[in-house]
């Protein structure tokens, strides 16, 4: 509970006080320590602030400042105590043995009697919230921050354990896994932020770990560090300081720096830090007794902690540090600033024209005189230094952290390349001639065991489907409950689960990349054919991925830093052919074409896809999705072999999401795709005819006149309108409408049964000459025509349901995928239209 909570005359004993900096430490000084009983005295008349005794004399704080103070009431003690009794006596009584188990009714009192809350223990009830006070302080929320491949999943899996829990946090698009610890009495509540080499705003993962920081304070920081990497990754330490925030430090990998040779004095860097820092190696645990000990003697503010942590400031130069203390001045005036803030860190983020900061700046009533103060002395800079505040500070912070380095006798060693295998490979993986050709060789061996490997599995899924399905047939009479559950709910969960298997093996194969250091590379090698069509090197992944499909592909959009390249990404992905698509593809081409030319018009489709794409990306970059991209600096990490248990680890948690994201979507717009199909229904007519009859066929009917440009008749739409849900409905919608054949949908290869595609071209020839009035002869190249426009219509329009609501998740916004879905159905429209009326010229 919180002290603003407490009503007039009530009481209750501080667990912790909460905040940062100077706000925290001005709250302390007044009282309102660990363990002290404060009693509610009355309220203004304005209900704030609040007048409370502490230590035997009287405060008044405002609500605001009273919400940072945890307290324990009597209450609370007397549920907390009870419910730890109760559990006692069980597991008391799950240990003593069965034979001495025999109560009679004057046992039964006794133990009545026992959990009273009027039981002589409870007398006291000061002593009783002084010792759960103490108890519940014994809970420290830790959080991890530290550079990509620094090692803080390492940490967070050796001290956690089969206790993590992973969740995708509301409206942002990167991952914090959970988990708890216990050392020397006390539980620690870890939380793995997302890797980031800097708090500015250029990243979600930057700003994510900055909201989680100011906005959930945590009560101590474990800044990991990659020690073999000192000198950059000590940046991120020095934001941190600006933050003044409680921290310790841990130098990673130290082993590798000890087989290199390195040398430094971690005493003193911690002296001139301010922090405590220990010497780790996580991934065999060496260090992390001593960093838990640490976290303890920071939490508690110990005189061993005090040795080694105090607050400093980083001199930034003359007139910078002036700028910052005139903004500071006025940033002081505002206490609901303070609560959240360093007024310094906001000051400095400021003169760095940190968008995010500048926002939250501007709505202050005194925001005018602030932004004057941040001008004049960014002018001031410029005329001193001849460079821009930014750089400044960033000179000042590194020029900090070279002279820290020099006076903790930092010396690199040349014992022993702990690189050289990183280097040996890199000479021929990142290679300017076979580099490209290895890597075009990795995607297609990924790709090939997915579906190779992966159609295996899916077939199995789709048999258990289709036999549960037709169990559920079988035992249930006919109706619309039935078709229902059969073709709705169960069809919708097995499109679903079918492409589990190669979801997995797809992830399993990006997971080894990305943790062995390979995925960095790939960015490399693609980044320059990428930034041609204004995207980000690492938007080559998810871009062949969509060939697979579009759901998994969306989602490994959150490893590319950029905002504006993670958004456009997204956007042109749909263009990519999903393997959903290909059903359709076979049965049009294998209808109109012959087959020497299927090849080539299945080829076209997919270079058109990736044509559109290119021009698109151009177009958005340059006209639709603002905002600076973020440059292309990006760490190449050392190779590693990548453990079995954070492979598979990570592999499952991403098939996890798909299926937990897309699931429930992907069922509702199958049950409400069946509904238009099956109502209102009709049993005496044939499967044709009832979908002509359907509401979906009235939908195809009313829309027609939209599709004329592009020579569909009413079929042809009610197809298109069917593929919203998902794609593979599409063939087997056209294939029932046409000859009464569902099975099309289930073709991945040429598959003419029964001279199906016979049938099916005379059916679609013969309606295309009725609608033009021609004879079968004279329609037979507009039908073609016709159908080649249908591919470039599904090829290009409204991605499929599970996609929009996978661009969804990932941007926290419908407006995104609402804007997907519009383009790409007025692309489709635009391009079939053109390439049929030009056509129709030349027939």
Not at 96 to 119: G, H, I, K, Y
Not at 480 to 508: H, N, T
């Amino acid at each position: 509970m919180r002290l603003s909570e407490l009503h007039t005359g009530e009481s209750g004993v501080i667990v912790k006080v909460n905040g940062h900096g100077g706000f925290r430490k001005r709250i302390v000084e007044m009282g309102f320590i660990k363990g002290k009983k404060v009693d509610v005295l009355l309220n203004a008349p304005l209900k704030d602030p609040v007048k409370y005794r502490i230590m035997g004399y009287e405060v008044s704080l405002r609500h605001s400042e009273a919400n940072m103070i945890e307290v324990v009431t009597a209450e609370e003690a007397k549920k907390i105590e009870e419910k730890e009794r109760r559990e006692r006596q069980q597991q008391a009584a799950k240990e003593q043995p069965v034979e001495d188990l025999s109560f009679n009714d004057d046992s039964c009192v006794d133990l009545d009697v026992a959990l009273r809350p009027n039981d002589k223990s409870y007398e006291d009830s000061t002593d009783l919230m002084e010792k759960v006070a103490l108890q519940e302080r014994k809970v420290i929320n830790v959080a991890l921050v530290g550079n990509p491949n620094c090692g803080k999943t390492s940490f967070f899996n050796f001290a956690s354990g089969a206790h993590e829990r992973v969740g995708n946090y509301s409206g942002v698009t990167v991952d914090a896994k959970e988990g708890h610890a216990n050392f020397e009495g006390y539980q620690f509540n870890i939380v793995d932020l997302p890797g980031t080499y800097s708090l500015s705003a250029y990243s979600p993962e930057e700003l994510y770990v900055r909201k989680q920081l100011i906005e959930k304070t945590p009560d101590v920081v474990i800044n990991v560090i990659d020690t073999s990497n000192l000198e950059r990754n000590l940046y991120l330490t020095t934001q941190l300081i600006d933050m003044h925030i409680r921290m310790v430090v841990a130098l990673n990998m130290f082993d590798e720096t000890q087989k290199r040779g390195d040398h430094v004095n971690y005493d003193k860097l911690s002296e001139l830090f301010g922090v405590p820092m220990v010497p780790t190696v996580f991934k065999s645990g060496k260090g992390v007794s001593e960093l838990f000990h640490q976290i303890i003697e920071v939490y508690e503010g110990t005189e061993d902690a005090q040795s080694h942590y105090r607050h400093i400031h980083i001199n930034h130069g003359h007139e910078i540090e002036h700028g910052i203390s005139e903004i500071q001045e006025h940033l002081k005036k505002e206490e609901n600033v303070r609560e959240l803030y360093s007024t310094r860190y906001l000051a400095i983020k400021l003169l760095e024209h940190d968008q995010d900061v500048e926002k939250f700046v501007s709505a202050l009533p005194d925001a005018k005189e602030i932004f004057y103060h941040r001008d004049k002395a960014e002018n001031r800079v410029k005329e001193e230094t001849k460079e821009d505040a930014e750089t400044a500070i960033m000179d000042a912070k590194y020029g900090f952290i070279h002279g820290a380095l020099n006076e903790a006798a930092y010396e690199e060693g040349h014992k022993e390349d702990t690189y050289q295998i990183t280097h040996v490979l890199d000479r021929i993986l990142t290679n300017k001639i076979v580099g490209f050709p290895i890597f075009l060789l990795l995607i297609a061996i990924m790709f090939f065991v997915t579906f190779s490997l992966g159609s295996y599995p899916m077939d199995w899924i789709d048999s258990l489907v289709g036999m549960l399905g037709d169990a559920i047939g079988h035992l249930m009479p006919e109706g619309p409950v039935k078709a229902m559950l059969v073709d709705g709910i169960i069809g919708g969960v097995g499109s679903v689960i079918v492409f589990l298997p190669q979801i997995l093996i797809l992830y399993f194969f990006i997971s080894i990349m990305e943790d062995s250091g390979y995925m960095a590379r790939a960015a490399f090698i693609m980044d320059k054919l990428m930034h041609k069509m204004g995207l980000h090197g690492k938007s080559f992944i998810p871009l062949i991925m969509g060939f697979g499909c579009n759901v998994p592909a969306v989602m490994a959009t959150r490893t590319i830093e950029s905002r504006r390249s993670r958004l456009v990404t997204m956007m042109i992905l749909p263009l990519m052919s999903c393997e959903a698509r290909i059903p359709i593809y076979i049965m049009i081409i294998c209808t109109f074409f012959s087959r020497n030319t299927q090849w080539l018009v299945m080829m076209s489709l997919y270079l058109i896809g990736i044509f559109m794409a290119v021009i698109i990306s151009k177009l958005m970059t340059k006209y639709i999705v603002k905002g600076e991209d973020t440059p292309f600096v990006m760490e190449l990490p050392p190779y590693r072999f990548p453990t079995a248990k954070a492979v598979f680890r990570h592999t499952w948690e991403k098939g996890r999401q798909y299926l937990k994201k897309m699931g429930g979507i992907i069922l509702v717009a199958t049950i409400i795709v069946w509904a238009l199909g099956y109502f209102p229904h009709n049993d005496q007519l044939s499967v044709q005819q009832q979908q002509e009859q359907s509401y979906i066929g009235r939908i195809g009917k009313t829309i027609e006149p939209i599709f004329y440009p592009q020579g569909f008749n009413w079929k042809f739409d009610v197809g298109i309108v069917a593929g919203v849900g998902a794609k593979e409905i599409v063939a087997s919608t056209m294939g029932v409408l046409y000859t009464n054949d569902d099975s099309y949908s289930e073709d991945k290869e040429y598959n003419d049964d029964g001279g199906k595609y016979e049938h099916l071209n005379k059916a679609i020839t013969a309606d295309i000459a009725k609608m033009h009035g021609m004879t079968t002869d004279q329609a037979r190249p507009v039908a073609t025509l016709t159908a080649f426009c249908f591919l470039l219509f599904v090829l290009l329009y409204f991605p499929c349901v599970a996609t929009l609501a996978a661009i969804k998740g990932e941007t926290g916004s419908w407006k995104w995928a609402l804007f997907t879905a519009c383009y790409t159905t007025a692309l489709a429209w635009i391009v079939s239209a053109i390439v049929y009326q030009v056509g129709r010229l030349f027939l």
